[in-house]
């Protein structure tokens, strides 16, 4: 087969707002060939059920992540089972902002493949961390991931927040888009993606859960961070100051509310 050909043809097979680098990136990580290859029509061998599959799931707006098993995030590379949250850019900025602060314990509500908790130990190599998570494929898909990046010493996999333990830092990207919302999420999310991964019948309450076990397990000068969407920002930061805490908001490159930082007030 040519490789112009191999391109053509999952391009077709997606939907026509998928851009053509997730294409080539496709083409590139299930057969091999780059787009250089693609760019000079070089000849190649190709699995004819492994394209079919490919051909069908795209035709289907699977996500790729689904496809290849795998998603980019931090500058890794997870590993994603379908039934698990798949791991979205805009969190990065919650990392990135948990690594301005000092810690060396996390928890993380809500790991789902693993993808902030498994950053923060990558990126923090003094910290520990305690990933809760309700599911058990995304119990999994953290021990596999944390397998893979070598830090499943420092991680605990736990299905419930803990009775026990003090942390620097309390983090979550938890379902919070209220169920009411369903009709305004894309297909693809709500027909593929774990829905309590992304929805819960009172997002506020799931947040008001994570503030009131901060109250008595976040450390003196520790720091809880959480991703929000901007409709849940205003009642969160009433919530958030009803029990004393500090609050700031930070927006995305979108100009959106994303991530809230909140701190013992005293
Ligand atoms: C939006 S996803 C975030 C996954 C991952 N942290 C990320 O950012 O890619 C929310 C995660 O919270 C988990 N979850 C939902 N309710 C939970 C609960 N009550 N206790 C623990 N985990 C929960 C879901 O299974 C899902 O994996």
Redesign the pocket.
């Known amino acids: 087969m040519k490789a112009l050909d191999l391109f053509k043809t999952l391009r077709c097979s997606a939907s026509s707002d998928v851009p053509d680098s997730t294409i080539y990136n496709l083409v590139n990580y299930i057969f091999g060939v780059s787009k250089i290859d693609v760019a000079l029509n070089k000849d190649i061998i190709v699995d004819e059920g492994e394209l079919r599959r490919v051909v069908y799931l795209l035709g289907e707006n699977v996500p790729f992540a689904y496809i290849t098993g795998h998603e980019a995030?931090y500058g890794r590379d997870f590993y994603v089972l379908p039934g698990?949250?798949?791991?979205?850019n805009e969190?990065e900025l919650?990392v990135e902002l948990a690594l301005t602060e000092s810690f060396n314990s996390f928890l993380?509500?809500?790991?789902?493949?693993?993808?902030?908790?498994i950053s923060l130990l990558l990126e923090n190599t003094k910290s520990q961390g305690v990933a809760?998570?309700?599911?058990h494929v995304?119990q999994l898909c953290t021990k596999y991931n944390a397998e893979k990046f070598e830090v499943k010493d420092r991680l605990s996999i736990v299905?419930?927040?803990p009775e026990n333990g003090m942390f620097d830092l309390i983090i979550?990207?938890?379902?919070?888009v209220a169920y009411e919302l369903f009709e305004d999420v894309d297909y693809s999310v709500k027909t593929f993606e774990?829905l309590?991964?992304?929805f819960?019948e009172d997002p506020v309450m799931?947040f008001r859960?994570i503030l009131t076990y901060s109250l008595s397990h976040l450390s003196h000068t520790g720091r809880v961070i959480l991703?929000i969407d901007s409709y849940v920002e205003s009642e969160l930061k009433e919530l958030a100051l009803s029990l004393g805490f500090l609050y700031e908001v930070t927006k995305d490159l979108s100009q959106f509310d994303r991530i809230c930082t909140l701190s013992a007030s005293s």
């Open positions: 995030f698990v949250f798949i791991p979205r969190t919650l993380d509500f809500g790991s789902g493949s693993g993808a902030i908790a809760v998570e309700i599911s995304g299905s419930t927040l979550s990207n938890p379902p919070y774990p309590q991964a992304v819960a799931l859960n991703e």
